[in-house]
């Protein structure tokens, strides 16, 4: 070679098929027919993943009967997904020895189904769930493919859809199982079921889709799919969360948020994210606040932060670094705004505007005090999330960001 490489080494992972389009729920049952009998589990019957209501589960159970496939329905209880929920769902599974899991809902029947579907299958006779837990249980790898795992969202946000992990409350704090056999077999994501999202839902999950997308595009690990995949999902996201929130039957723009929040997805399994999901973890677990609520609050306070250390400390110590990440930060001006001349702090003024519009909240709003800001940075600042923030930042600057975020 005559020079260096441009392009550091990388891995792209995602989940075996995707089906998208407005519609496409239609076709899960039989999609999952196939699936259940190219694994050979045809003679068992499914367990169905869901939310409190029956809204979407009753009718995709009919129609799994109608292709001749049994099933037993667990029901998630509201909030963020917890170890008891997964335990429990678990526990059904197998006493009915279940041996396909779909989840028909948002990121918490996502992810609760995808440890289902890894416990069944490695977990032995008495399958413990803590035995896979990262932080509270014992993290041992899986040895096995999960069992057909399918994820049809009902919302768009979390992009749990095409992830390898599920996060779990467990207490105080929240906890990840993560392996890639836990990507789904099949997803198939119909902008139709979000139509009924309400609009503080429809803003919360938004805001996570778009920081799901931000954040890998500036962190220290993107890679070229991913510059590609963010920036079309900021692009989405940036021109309909609005149009969402203000008419919830605007099917082009709930096609664009499934969009956003699908390259969200993509776009964190494969390379990192930074100080938003790096607090969000620890915030979720002290406050029992939405997730999507926790990362839009904190969304332009991180990018005001950042950008401050890149101008200053940073930027004199990595003067090339700190460019390049400001670059990036800029592209982002640029594409949410619309504007080919627009600065970072454009961009930030705009994400601050666009958080208000969608009447999300601060976090004092949850609970959050400045006596919490200790505890919660000193848990927050080790996590792997932290990890891919473009600038590592001080224990002044995260307090910095809370305050910022009240």
């Not at 995602?14 to 259940?36: E, N, Q």
């Not at 769930?129 to 979390?158: H, K, N, Q, S």
């Amino acid at each position: 070679m005559t020079n260096s490489p441009a392009v550091a080494p990388f891995e792209f992972m995602t989940a075996s098929r995707v089906v998208f389009g407005c519609g496409t729920s239609k076709r899960v049952p039989s999609l999952v027919k196939d699936l259940m009998q190219l694994n050979q589990c045809a003679d068992k019957p499914a367990l169905v993943v869901t939310g409190k209501s029956d809204r979407f589960s009753a009718p995709l159970v009919e129609a799994l009967k109608a292709e001749g496939i049994e099933s037993v329905v667990y029901h998630c209880p509201g909030g963020e997904p917890t170890t008891a929920t997964a335990e429990a769902a678990i526990a059904l599974a197998s006493s009915n020895d279940c041996g396909s899991v779909i989840a028909i809902g948002g990121g918490t029947p996502v992810d609760t189904g995808k440890c289902v579907a890894a416990v069944l299958t490695n977990g032995g006779e008495t399958p413990d769930l803590y035995d896979f837990l990262e932080v509270v249980g014992r993290a041992r790898p899986l040895t096995t493919r999960c069992a057909p795992f399918v994820a049809v969202p009902t919302t768009a946000g979390p992009g749990a859809e095409v992830t390898k992990n599920s996060v779990l409350e467990a207490g105080d704090r929240k906890v990840s199982m993560r392996h890639q056999f836990m990507l789904p077999e099949l997803v198939v994501i119909d902008p139709e079921l979000t139509l009924s999202m309400p609009r503080d839902v429809t803003a919360h999950t938004g805001l996570d889709a778009l920081t799901q997308c931000v954040e890998p595009y500036v962190c220290n690990a993107a890679n070229p799919l991913v510059d590609a995949i963010s920036l079309a999902g900021i692009t989405a996201g940036a021109r309909s969360l609005r149009a969402a929130c203000e008419n919830p039957l605007d099917i082009v723009a709930r096609e664009d948020m499934c969009l956003c929040s699908y390259y969200g997805g993509l776009s964190l399994a494969n390379a990192k994210l930074g100080a938003v999901h790096g607090f969000s973890g620890t915030l979720g677990g002290l406050l029992h606040a939405p997730h999507g609520a926790i990362c839009a609050a904190l969304l332009p306070h991180c990018c005001t932060v950042n950008v401050a250390a890149l101008k200053g400390w940073f930027g004199a110590k990595e003067p090339d670094l700190a460019e390049r990440y400001l670059a990036r930060y800029e592209t982002v001006a640029r594409t949410v705004t619309g504007d080919p001349n627009a600065t970072v702090e454009d961009g930030v003024a705009w994400i601050v505007r666009l958080v208000k519009d969608c009447g999300v909240p601060g976090l004092g709003e949850f609970g959050l005090k400045e006596g919490d800001f200790d505890e919660v940075v000193a848990k927050s600042k080790e996590s792997s999330s932290m990890k891919g923030n473009p600038v590592p930042l001080s224990d002044e600057e995260l307090k910095t960001m809370l305050r910022k975020a009240l």
